[in-house]
C-alpha cells in the first residue's frame, strides 16, 4: 500500500533563517506531488506541484520554492523565512490511477 | 478559473442533529468531487468521493451528490456525533487538468453533547 511521510511534525524558525521541509511517497512510482499551506482559520492554498523529477509548477509568488530531486520526493524550502511564512504545509500526492489526493500529517511552522 | 465555494463557519450542533455544508463548484466540463475531513493537528482525510453527475459518494453516515443542474455537493448527515468535530473541506479535481485539485475554505463543525 501507499504510504506518505512528511517531517517534521513542527518547526519552529527565527524570522531569516533558513528552510526544508521534506515529504517522500512510498508504494506508488510517478506521483503527482503537492506542497499546500493552511494558514491559522484558514482554507488551503496550493504552493507547488509536480508532475514528475525537475518539474515544478509554482501557483503563487512568494518566499519559497520547492525541488523534487528524486520520483518520490519533493523539499519545500525558503532562503530566508518571514513571520508571514508560518502556517501548516501540507504534502499531497495523486496519480492518474487514483481520483483523489492523500495528504500527509502535515508540518506545523512557527516563524518567531 | 475553476473553484469550490463552501459554507462559512463555525457550524454548532447538538448531538443527533441533522447536518449539512453547502459546497457549489465553478469548473469548465465534469469535474471529479470530494470532501475531505480534517482533525485537530492532522492532514486531510479522504471522507468520500463521486466522478460522474448524480454519483452519490458515502461513507461513516456521510452523504453528498453529485448535482450537475446545480453545480453543488452539499455534505450531509442525518445525526451527528461528538467525534464529527473537525473541519470538512469541499474539493475538485478538473478533467482538463487532472494534476490541480482546488478545495474550499473548510467549514468547522463542532457538535456538542
Known amino acids: 500500500s501507499q504510504t506518505i511521510h512528511q517531517w517534521p511534525a513542527t518547526l519552529v524558525q527565527p524570522v531569516g533563517s533558513p528552510l526544508s521541509l521534506e515529504c517522500t511517497v512510498e508504494?506508488?512510482?510517478?506521483?503527482?506531488l503537492y506542497w499546500y499551506r493552511q494558514a491559522a482559520g484558514r482554507g488551503l492554498q496550493l504552493l507547488f506541484y509536480s508532475v514528475g523529477i525537475g518539474q515544478i509548477s509554482s501557483e503563487v509568488p512568494q518566499n519559497l520554492s520547492a525541488s523534487r530531486p528524486q520520483d518520490r520526493q519533493f523539499i519545500l524550502s525558503s532562503k530566508k523565512l518571514l513571520l508571514s511564512d508560518s502556517g501548516f504545509y501540507l504534502c499531497?500526492?495523486?496519480?492518474?490511477?487514483?481520483?483523489?489526493?492523500?495528504f500527509g500529517q502535515g508540518t506545523r511552522l512557527t516563524v518567531v | 478559473g475553476d473553484s469550490v465555494t463552501q459554507m462559512e463557519g463555525p457550524v454548532t450542533l447538538s448531538e443527533e442533529a441533522f447536518l449539512t455544508i453547502n459546497c457549489t463548484y465553478t469548473a469548465t466540463g465534469y469535474p471529479s468531487l470530494f470532501w475531505y475531513v480534517q482533525y485537530p493537528g492532522e492532514g486531510l482525510q479522504l471522507l468520500l468521493k463521486a466522478t460522474k453527475a448524480d454519483d452519490k459518494g458515502s461513507n461513516k453516515g456521510f452523504e453528498a451528490t453529485y448535482r450537475k443542474e446545480t453545480t453543488s455537493f452539499h455534505l450531509e448527515k442525518g445525526s451527528v456525533q461528538v467525534s464529527d468535530s473537525a473541519v470538512y473541506f469541499c474539493a475538485l479535481r478538473t478533467r482538463y487538468n487532472f494534476n490541480k485539485f482546488y478545495f474550499g475554505s473548510g467549514t468547522k463543525l463542532n457538535v456538542k453533547p
Open positions: 508504494g506508488t512510482s510517478n506521483p503527482n
Open positions: 499531497a500526492w495523486s496519480s492518474a490511477g487514483n481520483t483523489e489526493a492523500f
